[in-house]
Nanobody, 125 residues
């Protein structure tokens, strides 16, 4: 059973940057898509970005395009989310997740099988 541990959250002013990290252990990492999601208080969890395991194909939510970059280093079993130009509305708990689904282009949120505990990002105005 893979375990995912996020880090890198914190308090930042609007316009600032943070880099979130997610370390995977206990399972095969290289072949599987990884995603970042977030959940703000009293709101539903929402997709942020994901990256394929093989050719590093990436997909972003509209809210993340142009500001966030997802990347991975398979040799380190790690996935990252670089977040720039942060806004107060980016405030949320951020979670990384792994999908075992082989067809990257068919992955939806319900296809993510393993989840981390989350790291809090707070953006002050």
């Amino acid at each position: 059973q893979v375990q995912l541990v996020e880090s890198g959250g914190g308090l930042v002013q609007a316009g600032g940057s943070l880099r979130l990290s997610c370390a995977a252990s206990g399972g095969t990492f290289n072949n599987y898509a990884m995603g970042w999601f977030r959940q703000a208080p009293e709101r539903e969890r929402e997709f942020v970005a994901m990256i394929s395991g093989s050719d590093r194909t990436t997909t972003y939510a509209d809210s993340a395009k142009g500001r966030f970059t997802i990347s991975r280093v398979n040799a380190k079993n790690a996935v990252y989310l670089q977040m720039n130009s942060l806004k107060p509305e980016d405030t949320a708990a951020y979670f990384c997740a792994m999908s075992y689904k082989s067809n990257y282009y068919a992955i939806t949120e319900v296809d993510f099988n393993a989840w981390g505990q989350g790291t809090q990002v707070t953006v002050s105005s």
